[in-house]
Nanobody
């Protein structure tokens, strides 16, 4: 059974940094697409960043929401079955519950990599709070 477990959330002041981690288990082969999403109170869940691996040569496809470009960095370590989100220059509007997501095994193409509907598995979420 696939499981995703996030860690690394917390409270920081504006301008600070946090690093989120997502450990995946239960896959026979690591999912090609994994992503980070967030949901603030009263708002819809939105895609933050997603990453796709290509074969075994270390190539990646990465997608960011415009609101986090140049501030957030997504990465993954396939050997550790773990994905990361480095968040720098945090703003109060980044405050949300952050979720890790992954596609089902064998899914190799997404029409909309930042759309939550494309993902089959979700973690429980980790809270990020940024104060001004």
């Amino acid at each position: 059974q696939v499981a995703l477990v996030e860690s690394g959330g917390g409270s920081v002041q504006a301008g600070g940094s946090l690093r989120l981690s997502c450990a995946a288990s239960g896959y026979t082969s690591f999912p090609k697409y994994m992503g980070w999403f967030r949901q603030a109170p009263g708002k819809e869940r939105e895609g933050v960043a997603t990453i796709r691996t290509y074969g075994t040569d270390g190539a990646y496809g990465i997608y960011y929401a415009d609101s986090v470009k140049d501030r957030f960095t997504i990465s993954r370590d396939n050997a550790k079955n773990t994905m990361y989100l480095q968040m720098d220059s945090l703003k109060p509007e980044d405050t949300a519950m952050y979720y890790c997501a992954a596609v089902s095994a064998g899914r190799s193409f997404l029409v909309s990599p930042l759309s939550s509907g494309e993902y089959a598995y979700w973690g429980q979420g980790t809270q990020v709070t940024v104060s001004s």
